[in-house]
């Protein structure tokens, strides 16, 4: 079985296979955690990492496989025009649509997520950003966006490119009535950012049930955006559910 390869000193690596194998190693570790999670919907959802190699390429999880049984070797790599180029199994149109574009748009995103995760759907369906209610969610204050609209499934690379813009230079958007995506510049960063906000949906619409939420203000949101918000943080608080699904599920490495 193949071993989990660590992250190199300085994020320097010896060749461009093993930082490959590094990227679809925590992309698959990524799908066994949102399975864990609960995050699947049927053929709904998708992560995807950008080749080192070829920046117009990614990788991606195979079409109506759960997210539970993917492993390394299952991943996908498509191209440009979205033809499978490694791999033998169809991919999400969906996910090339959406996924292309960002990766087009945001050169310094390396991985993209996307799921109908229940909680994020059920926030996105109020049509508004979330509050800084909590020291976790602030990590998306003045850090992601709403993309205002709703016209079905997204087969169509324009409608890609109308959540590319929306998305702007944030961590993150909440696509109205669908669901939250998040990017990263590692996958370890865009995995946790949606697992967090995820979360943090589903503590804003705790409270808000509850009663009126006491809002964090401005410069301590700011503030604490800062401490918890950046990209070593993303990462970082990515580590321990990496562990903790490798030991538990040693097949992903496969």
């Known amino acids: 079985m193949t071993a989990l390869l660590p992250n190199p000193l300085g ?3 010896e060749d461009v296979e093993t930082e490959r194998l590094y990227r679809k190693q ?3 570790a990524g799908f066994r955690l949102f399975g864990r999670f609960g995050f699947d919907e049927g053929v ?4 995807t990492a950008r080749d080192p190699e070829d920046p117009n390429r990614f990788w991606v999880n195979p079409f109506a496989m759960a997210f539970s049984q993917i492993s390394v070797s299952d991943l996908l790599c498509v191209d440009a025009t979205g033809e499978v180029v490694i791999g033998d199994q169809p991919v999400n149109r969906a996910a090339f ?7 087009e748009q945001r050169p310094d995103v390396v991985a993209a997520a996307h799921s109908h995760s229940v909680h994020g759907k059920a926030f996105s369906s ?3 950003l979330l509050d800084p209610i909590t020291q976790d969610v602030c990590a998306f204050y003045g850090d992601h966006a709403l993309f205002d609209d709703y016209t079905g499934v997204v087969l169509d690379t324009e409608e890609g490119k ?10 993150a958007v909440i696509l109205r009535n669908h669901g939250l995506l998040t990017v990263g510049g590692s996958v370890e960063e865009a995995v946790w950012w949606f697992i967090t906000m995820e979360r943090s949906c589903q503590a804003q619409l705790l409270a808000m049930a509850a009663g009126t939420p006491v809002l964090i203000d401005e410069d301590c949101a700011t503030l604490t ?5 950046n990209r070593i943080a993303g990462f970082l608080s990515f580590q ?5 699904i490798v030991a538990a599920q040693p097949d992903l490495l496969d």
């Open 44 to 47: 709904a959802g998708h992560i």
């Open 11 to 13: 994020g320097v690596y």
């Open 225 to 229: 955006h800062d401490q918890v918000g």
């Open 126 to 128: 109020l049509g508004r």
């Open 97 to 103: 649509a959406i996924h292309s574009q960002i990766h």
């Open 26 to 28: 925590r992309l698959a």
């Open 162 to 171: 109308r959540i590319g813009a929306a998305l702007g230079d944030n961590k």
């Open 240 to 244: 321990p559910l990496l562990n903790q």
